[in-house]
């Protein structure tokens, strides 16, 4: 299970890492979505806190907790803009985290 969570705080902080980059691209679909700029950096701050805490012994679930609710909004964005094809990967980093989520923990 180590690998999936190293997997899975590796893929958050690389989005954390474009996320607060904001190139246009990044910029031009968090504006489609309606949300405000400062919001990517907020998502970003949290995608980063949540792979942090991810890669920290009994920490885990509080990352993978934290995690889950960004991809549910990941989710919901893409939901509302009916972006049906681009939910393949969130949806892949969904049960990731909810496997993580059921492995017991201290």
Wanted: proline share 4%.
């Amino acid at each position: 299970m180590a690998y999936v969570k190293f997997i899975l705080a590796f893929a958050f902080l690389s989005a954390a890492a474009v996320n607060l980059a904001g190139p246009n691209a990044i910029r031009a679909e968090f504006a489609k979505w309606g949300y405000p700029d400062w919001f990517r950096v907020a998502v970003s701050a949290v995608e980063l806190g949540g792979a942090i805490l991810l890669c920290i012994a009994g920490a885990e679930w509080a990352g993978a907790s934290v995690l889950l609710v960004v991809t549910l909004g990941i989710l919901m964005s893409f939901t509302r803009s009916k972006e049906w094809m681009r939910m393949q990967y969130p949806l892949v980093l969904f049960l990731l985290l909810a496997t993580v989520l059921r492995q017991p923990h201290a």
